[in-house]
């Protein structure tokens, strides 16, 4: 049975779960600031949404737009630090994404609509904006997904702007901001991150389950791995 950490968002927590039980046979387990050695026993780790990221982190610092969870951040750090160690796939999502990509040395837009006229964010608090995806040739999530285009989800301000090392860009939104990123063979561990929240969008939809189709899969190639050793 796959052990899946999952780092605490909060209220929100119950949709990521939901999301996650859909792995077959799969333990959903919620990692809280103080209590990282939990991630010790999983089998992946999954980043979810929230707060921004420091912008003291990629070199940036915050305007009137940005709300951070420093603490957040540190804890963060420290669970990809142990993935990273243990070679364990990686699944981030919205904050989870800006989050990875700031890990690896990669910077942060502050504010979409600030800076480049480009809205992103949700319509109100229980409804998300949509806009058209375009994915990139050649990865693994196109491959996943099994579609060209389609259509996403969103309610976010902040974006990846230079992209982190070792990942590589999967998917952008129409006005050409990054919708995905995913690890570079290289990389110790295999890493999607997505800043749509697949969560939220109907689980028969491609870009739900062809997302979580990907990270399953990468589960279970560590997990024959590991079992053929």
Same mark, same amino acid.
């Given at each position: ?13 119950? %949709?990521?779960?939901?999301?996650? =039980?859909?792995? !077959? ?6 990692? #809280? =600031? ?5 991630? %010790? ?13 420091? !912008? ?61 006229? #480009? ?17 990139? @040739?050649?990865?693994?999530?196109? +491959? +996943?997904? =099994? ?6 989800? +969103? ?18 939104? @129409? ?13 110790? +561990? ?7 929240? !697949?969560?939220?969008?109907?689980? @028969?939809? !491609? ?5 979580? %189709? ?6 279970? =190639?560590?997990?024959?791995?590991? %079992?053929?050793?």
């Amino acid at each position: 049975m796959p052990r899946i950490g999952m780092s605490d968002c909060g209220e929100k927590n119950v %949709n990521y779960e939901r999301y996650l =039980k859909h792995i !077959p046979q799969s333990e959903v387990i919620l990692l #809280r =600031k103080g209590h990282e050695e939990e991630a %010790n026993s999983c089998d992946a780790l999954v980043l979810t949404g929230g707060a921004d990221v420091t !912008p003291e982190l990629y070199g940036d610092w915050a305007d009137e737009t940005v709300h951070v969870d420093s603490e957040r951040d540190g804890f963060e750090y420290r669970l990809l630090d142990a993935s990273l160690k243990r070679q364990i796939p990686v699944l981030g999502i919205c904050r989870g994404l800006q989050l990875l990509n700031v890990y690896f040395g990669g910077t942060l837009i502050i504010d979409l609509q600030k800076y480049y006229r #480009r809205s992103h964010e949700a319509v109100s608090d229980t409804e998300d904006r949509y806009h058209g995806v375009q994915l990139a @040739d050649g990865s693994a999530l196109k +491959s +996943s997904i =099994k579609q060209n285009e389609g259509t996403v989800n +969103s309610a976010h301000h902040q974006a990846a702007e230079r992209i982190g090392s070792g990942l590589r860009i999967a998917a952008r939104a @129409d006005d050409g901001t990054v919708e995905a990123i995913e690890g570079e063979d290289d990389l110790p +561990s295999r890493i999607i991150s997505v800043q749509w929240h !697949p969560e939220r969008i109907q689980f @028969d939809d !491609p870009f739900s389950l062809g997302v979580l %189709n990907l990270f399953s899969s990468y589960i279970t =190639k560590k997990h024959n791995m590991e %079992n053929n050793l």
